[in-house]
């Protein structure tokens, strides 16, 4: 089984904040906050800020924005590994003075040099243990002003194995691994160290991250073990593609998450499509968050890639935009309208959302469409009335006013009922008053339901709109 009765589930993201939130890292993440909660363990948050020159403090802001906006809320964290240097350089001490890592005062160029004879043969490159203490074994007296580095002594025999959550068993020939250096000469200690004492101080069960860290997970269970420590099972999913079967990145359109955030996406609707990328649970395509968890099976991670399907994913927003109320709705599009230069007060946008809701895929197609209503009224080009508004056309809705004017109950029903007796009445088929109506009133040719958004624009604005629009 996947876990173990005596261990408490712990999972960690552990971002390194050098940019925004990917959606790379957004799955990650929600994986492991997924396991932590089917499991009812913890899932920390922890900031591998480590890389002074690519990490900022904006960057570790775009991340919490991102792991806020999908609601992915840690338990414990976030820890910065800024923070934590102390305890590092701690452990590196305790090693040192218990023999499983040791001062290497091998310079760069030595090491090269190391490496070259080795290629030269045919064999790994990899550093020949000049300064690794062995029994019996006398080492070169160290040389005057060298700040020594720190290496792991790591196995030299045997193998590193582990079986994956995602990809199953993977071993490693501890033959092909080199002594890591794990604190640089000023005693800085080094990103693999840093992951190392965090999972095991954090006691992390459960470790799920991109399959880019395959390589890291060999020497982390080695210096875990080094350290008396039980190794976490590890999990490696695979990458995201775009739609052409590359590595997704930013030729594919956005890959922040907060990008999706302002083209209009609902952080359900993410929850939802990046869980599928990756994961399944049967046929299902839409499902909770809750169900998410409730039928979280790190089993069923996929072996291979997903790919980028945005279709895929307006579909999803589609589908939850429709689960959220109008009320809602309207609260989230008003500022959208706003910074479109409409006015989300001018009009009823509950009802305005309703209409539209069955007919849009984000927050931003709402708006876009709420602006009939809500946004400048642009009447029709010259071109539109040319094509539209003929003689028969006019002198339709010139009788369709005087009818209106008279009309008292302003409701859609009310109004679908008026058109439809006036159709009747004229011998004309519906778009023959439809689309010149449209026309006069909205200044679009294509509109929702005539009747609705007659409804919606209101007595006065229609009669005002109609009758400009007859004088003109
Ligand atoms: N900080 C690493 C990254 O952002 C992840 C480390 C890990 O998950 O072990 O790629």
């Known amino acids: 089984m996947t876990v173990s009765a005596q261990r408490p589930v712990r999972t960690r993201f552990a971002p390194s904040p050098t940019g925004y939130l990917h959606l790379g890292g957004a799955r990650t993440a929600l994986f492991s906050w997924a396991f932590a909660r089917h499991y009812g363990g913890t899932f920390v948050l922890r900031i591998e800020d480590t890389d002074l020159e690519r990490s900022t403090p904006k960057a570790v802001q775009a991340i919490l924005d991102g792991m806020q906006w999908l609601a992915l809320t840690p338990d414990e964290g976030p820890f910065y590994q800024m923070q934590r240097m102390d305890r590092y350089r701690a452990v590196i001490a305790d090693m040192l003075a218990k023999g499983t890592a040791y001062y290497c005062y091998s310079t760069p160029e030595e090491v090269e ?77 080094t990103y693999n160290f840093c992951v190392v004492v965090d999972d095991w101080d954090m006691q992390i069960s459960h470790v799920i991250r991109g399959d880019d860290h395959v390589n890291n997970t060999p020497r982390q269970i080695n210096i875990l073990r080094a350290l008396g420590a039980e190794p976490p099972r590890y999990g490696h999913v695979p990458m995201i593609l775009g739609p052409d079967g590359e590595k997704l990145s930013k030729r594919h359109g956005a890959v922040s998450v907060m990008e999706y955030d302002k083209l209009g996406y609902l952080p359900e609707a993410m929850v939802n499509y990046l869980a599928r990328l990756g994961w399944s649970h049967g046929n299902d395509e839409l499902f909770t968050r809750e169900q998410l968890v409730e039928w979280f099976d790190p089993r069923h991670l996929s072996r291979s890639a997903a790919q980028w399907d945005p279709k895929k994913l307006n579909w999803v927003n589609a589908h939850v935009l429709r689960q959220h109320s109008p009320e809602d709705l309207a609260q989230r599009v008003a500022p959208r309208i706003s910074r479109r230069g409409g006015n989300p007060q001018a009009a009823d946008l509950p009802a305005i959302m309703a209409l539209l809701r069955e007919r849009s895929e984000t927050l931003e197609d709402l708006a876009e469409g709420a602006l009939l209503f809500c946004g400048p009224y642009r009447p029709a080009c010259a071109e539109l009335r040319a094509e539209v508004l003929d003689e028969a056309a006019v002198s339709l809705l010139r009788a369709f006013l005087v009818q209106s004017q008279a009309q008292a109950d302003w409701s859609e029903a009310g109004l679908d009922a008026l058109i439809k007796a006036f159709i009747k009445e004229h011998g004309v088929k519906m778009p023959k008053l439809a689309i010149p109506l449209r026309v006069a009133v909205t200044g679009q040719k294509h509109t929702p339901s005539i009747g609705a958004v007659l409804a919606l624009l209101g007595r006065t604005t229609v009669l005002e709109r109609l009758e400009a629009s007859l004088k003109a």
């Open 113 to 189: 040099a190391m490496r070259e004879r080795a290629r030269a043969i045919g064999a790994k490159p990899r550093y020949d243990g000049t300064w690794r203490p062995e029994p019996g074994k006398t080492l070169p007296p160290i040389p005057e002003g060298i700040r020594p580095v720190v290496r792991f002594r790591s196995p030299l025999e045997g193998v590193t194995a582990w079986d994956d959550l995602v990809k199953g068993p993977i071993s490693f020939d501890n033959g092909e691994l080199d002594d890591l250096v794990i604190a640089r000469p000023d005693g800085t200690p």
